[in-house]
């Protein structure tokens, strides 16, 4: 079949396999429904146990441990806040890796789209810093999404035209936009006055993003949930998002390569790359306010973790995000209460990504959630 | 260096850098490479390096041997290794997501347990001077070479004659290219597979210890800096074959010396940006060389297809 943006033919006949299984289904599949709840509600459990016991093993009641969790991240407006001002860099780094799943790419390089969009907003604003504020923030956000969107466009390019595996030229664009970062900040942008850290020069102080009344949290926040409902619309709503799940059931091994269609590919990658690279403005221009290595926080690898607990959901996105950042927010408290590094955090991650992993085994593993054949 | 040296400080610096640096990418690439012939990626080796580099200094600075630090940095490989081919051997477990996986494991497991071994110092591995002849102490350091490259160096030989003359080496490619035609063999592809992952993170945990023990010789957050990603990269580049992912390590611990050392002879406008070199050079080959047609010569032909 010839590889074709809006081609009709291959969709009649996707459509026509994908219903003939299912088509004397009964009306009701609460069983499935409830296998979807069921299993990552279990992987939530056994991390926590397998958790716990690490933490226990350190010497440390984990009870006391997950108390300590819940009040850093929920507990408090305060906290929750912190909460929130993670989460909302985590939601658009995971759509990253989210929406080119869809394709049936995986795509690691939200850690770089993250940086090199959050460097060229700052070379944009410097730009324009004499511009009204609501122009700065707009343009530094153009140029965060484009950089962000064109770094990502590069891996759907080399991985639709000349086979180059996405996941290893993504990871490996990471060090790229990590090298240029601190390059920049070392010569062609260094603040002279930026000694031991070296840095850009700073965006003026009333043309950052202003922090919403007296809370903390910002418009990085509405950015974030925002990209998540259109992306999650995009892609379950729309002709186009038609054209990308298509791609993926179409690409399904052996015949990995030659069903995916150019245009479709790359507008994906373009439009996954730019959440990151918002995320990157977002973070200079509500919190650092200059670039500098801070950028490179490991949201981008956390992003990656939240795909892959939403299953490649964008609205799921949100939820996870909201759960992850609190987690990062009570990396301090751990440290604090329970003498406990900061890594701690790191390990817990590490285990609730192997659980979800070991889970995508589970389903349709177990009679139960087996809708009965008619 | 380039103070006795001059310019010709830097083919020095950068041949030394090939050998010193490039140790832990021969430990690693050889490791990686064995994993993938049998059909698995492990991108996962960051984790195991940082948990190898940990475990050899803890141990080292506990028992005051770095040899028994050695064998706990291939023991914590071991383990890691059974963890990531038990994960990504079940039924739609994709192996490059447990490689991400492993690594932030990994990378955490290795931060929380080091924390207590960041100051104090740990009994380095010897090394062997061949530099003794020359008057130059630029030399002389440069030519001091540690005795686990020449075990790097015959592991790689070694696997390559593994591969192509011994019977078990015959397994590990069948499992790798043909899992169907290997289990009408009679052969078990999980115990192959769980096999080659587990030795190669063994290998990848000896390569931590290379860097905790001997270069840069302390353990920090830091140690890695990201060699372990791009060994999944050094196996492309060296086509699956271990005699070339040794040519590569060298070559990428050459590149990876040729910033500082354009530095120390003055040369620092793109300093950052050498640095990157190795993973530019990774991308541009792959760029070069890859196909959407075919699949690379040497890559084995159930990697990366769920079989």
């Known amino acids: ?374 | 260096m380039s103070d006795t040296l001059g310019l010709w400080g830097v083919p020095v610096a950068v041949l030394a850098g090939a050998v010193r640096g490039g140790t832990p990418f021969l430990f690693v690439s050889t490791g990686e490479c064995l994993t993938e012939k049998s059909g698995k990626i492990n991108l996962g080796l960051e984790g195991v390096l940082l948990m190898g580099a940990m475990s050899a200094y803890a141990i080292s600075y506990q028992t005051g041997s770095p040899w028994v630090g050695l064998l706990a940095a291939g023991g914590a490989g071991l383990v890691l290794g059974f963890i990531h081919a038990w994960l990504a051997q079940q039924p739609k477990v994709n192996d490059i997501a447990v490689g991400i996986a492993m690594i932030i494991f990994g990378s955490g497991l290795a931060f929380f347990l080091g924390k207590p071994f960041i100051q104090p110092l740990a009994p380095q591995l010897p090394s062997l001077d061949f530099g003794a002849w020359s008057g130059n102490p630029a030399i002389q350091s440069a030519l001091k070479v540690c005795p686990l490259f020449f075990v790097g160096v015959a592991i790689a030989v070694a696997m390559n004659w593994f591969f192509k003359s011994t019977r078990w080496g015959l397994f590990v490619r069948a499992v790798g290219d043909k899992p169907d035609a290997a289990r009408a063999m009679g052969i078990s592809v999980w115990w192959v597979r769980t096999c080659s992952v587990m030795a190669g993170s063994a290998l990848a945990g000896v390569g931590g210890a290379y860097l905790s023990l001997f270069y840069p010789g302390s353990w920090t957050e830091r140690v890695s800096g990201g060699q372990g990603m791009i060994a999944v990269a050094l196996v492309i580049f060296g086509r699956w074959n271990p005699v070339q992912c040794l040519w590569a390590s060298l070559l990428f611990g050459g590149a990876q010396a040729l910033g500082p050392a354009l530095q120390s002879v003055g040369v620092n406008s793109y300093y950052y940006l050498f640095n990157a070199s190795p993973y530019i050079l990774t991308l541009l080959v792959m760029i070069l060389t890859c196909s959407d047609k075919r699949q690379l010569a040497g890559q084995p032909g159930a990697l990366g297809t769920g079989q």
């Open chain 1, 1 to 374: 079949m010839i590889p074709n943006a809006f081609g009709a033919e291959p969709e009649i006949a996707v459509a026509t396999v994908a219903a003939a299984p299912g088509l004397r289904r009964p009306p009701l599949r609460w069983r499935s429904k409830l296998e979807s709840i069921v299993i990552p509600g279990g992987v939530i459990l056994v991390s926590m146990i397998l958790f716990g016991l690490f933490v226990a093993l350190q010497g440390v009641d984990p009870l006391e441990v997950f108390a300590s969790i819940k009040k850093a991240s929920f507990g408090s407006w305060f906290s929750f806040q912190n909460t929130l001002l993670r989460a909302a860099p985590l939601m658009l780094c995971a759509l990253c890796t989210a929406i080119p799943l869809r394709l049936g790419l995986v795509v690691i390089g939200n850690e770089g789209a993250l940086v090199i969009g959050g460097l060229c907003a700052t070379a944009a604003g410097l730009q324009v810093q004499t511009a009204p504020a609501t122009t700065v923030h707009v343009i530094m956000a153009a140029a965060g999404m484009a950089t962000g969107g064109l770094w990502i466009m590069i891996v759907g390019a080399l991985k639709q035209y000349r086979g180059v595996n996405e996941t290893i030229s993504s990871l490996l664009m990471n060090y790229v936009a990590i090298a240029l970062l601190n390059q920049a900040v070392n010569s062609w942008m260094k603040d002279p006055e930026s000694l031991n850290k070296p840095s850009s020069y700073p965006i003026p102080d009333d043309k950052m993003l202003q922090p919403f009344g007296e809370t903390q949290v910002h418009w990085g926040l509405v950015f974030g949930i925002l990209y998540c409902l259109v992306a999650w619309f995009l892609i379950h709503r729309t002709t186009f998002g038609f054209q990308i799940r298509r791609s993926a059931r179409m690409s399904a091994p052996p015949a990995s390569r030659g069903w995916r269609s150019g245009p479709v590919t790359l507008i994906t990658c373009f439009i996954a790359g730019a959440a990151p690279g918002l995320a990157g403005m977002v973070e200079v221009a509500a919190i650092h306010g200059r670039a500098n290595e801070s950028l490179n926080a490991w949201y981008g690898y956390t992003g990656i973790l939240v795909a892959f607990l939403a299953r490649q959901n964008a609205l799921a996105c949100i939820f996870v995000s909201l759960i992850l950042g609190g987690l990062l927010a009570s990396g301090g408290i751990l440290q604090r209460a329970h003498h406990l590094p900061d890594a701690t955090i790191l390990v817990f991650q590490g285990i609730v990504f192997m659980t979800i992993l070991y889970s995508e085994s589970l389903y349709g593993r177990f009679k139960f959630f087996r809708e009965e054949a008619a």
